[in-house]
């Protein structure tokens, strides 16, 4: 008997490959200019992403809330901020311990804005133009779902997402969406770019995309 876990981890090494191909193209150059041995590889699904600043930042919280808002960049840094350390899992394989996160828990931010009851999940976009993410509004709720404007005790540079990026730290990195735009309550989960080809859209660090999977017979 071969079980649906099986099939799962046989499609696994195919979407990896689906990944590492938008790495291999690195149409940015970028991947040089980062630190040599941080351990990071540059993703990028478009081959150019705009830049914006202290000034042209913008973060709009909407959808199913009582009070949509917009923050700017030193607005995110004046609310309460946490700082985590923990690893960073990509689920081609490539990992970096010990990473230092900072800026404010995504639930401050859904908190200001007041969820409706009828606001079930959140999506995120990007400045990027093409990638989004999703979690459940549980999962958004988490302590350690950070909207991130620091990285390793740095400012978030342009090629790590910044000036700000969502951190998901209980899952693979392709949920922690670089150059974050906008946070929309919706009523139901909305699959984010990777996951409409094929990844999981529960992606919990060893435990998702094949990794949990257990022969049934
Ligand atoms: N906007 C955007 N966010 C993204 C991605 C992307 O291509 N575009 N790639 C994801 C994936 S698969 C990974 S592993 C990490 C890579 O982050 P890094 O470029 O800072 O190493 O960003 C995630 N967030
Ligand atoms: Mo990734």
């Excluded at 941080?38 to 914006?52: C, T």
């Excluded at 906008?182 to 909305?190: A, E, G, H």
């Amino acid at each position: 008997m071969i079980g649906l876990g099986a099939a799962g981890i046989a499609a696994a090494p195919v979407l990896q490959r689906g990944v590492e191909a938008v790495a291999a193209k690195d149409p940015t150059g970028l991947t040089d200019v980062l630190p040599a041995g941080g351990g990071f590889r540059y993703y990028s699904v478009v081959a150019s992403v705009p830049r914006k600043n202290e000034e042209t930042y913008r973060l709009t919280v909407d959808g199913l809330v009582e009070n949509k808002a917009t923050y700017t960049l030193g607005e995110i840094r004046a609310l309460p901020q946490t700082r985590l350390v923990r690893d960073v899992q990509c689920v081609t394989g490539w990992r970096v311990p010990d990473t230092p996160f900072q800026g404010v828990v995504l639930s401050t931010l859904l908190d200001a804005a007041g969820v409706r009851p009828e606001g079930r999940a959140i999506r995120f976009e990007c400045f990027d133009g093409a990638y989004s993410e999703s979690l459940t509004l549980e999962q958004a709720r988490r302590k350690d779902v950070l909207v991130c404007h620091r990285m390793q005790d740095k400012e978030l540079g342009h090629a790590h997402g910044g000036p700000v990026r969502l951190y998901v730290a209980p899952m693979y990195f392709y949920k922690s969406a670089k150059w974050l735009s906008r946070i929309t309550v919706t009523d139901k989960v909305i699959p984010g770019y990777w996951e409409e080809a094929g990844y999981d859209v529960d992606a919990w660090v060893g435990r998702s995309n094949g990794r949990d999977d257990e022969p049934t017979d």
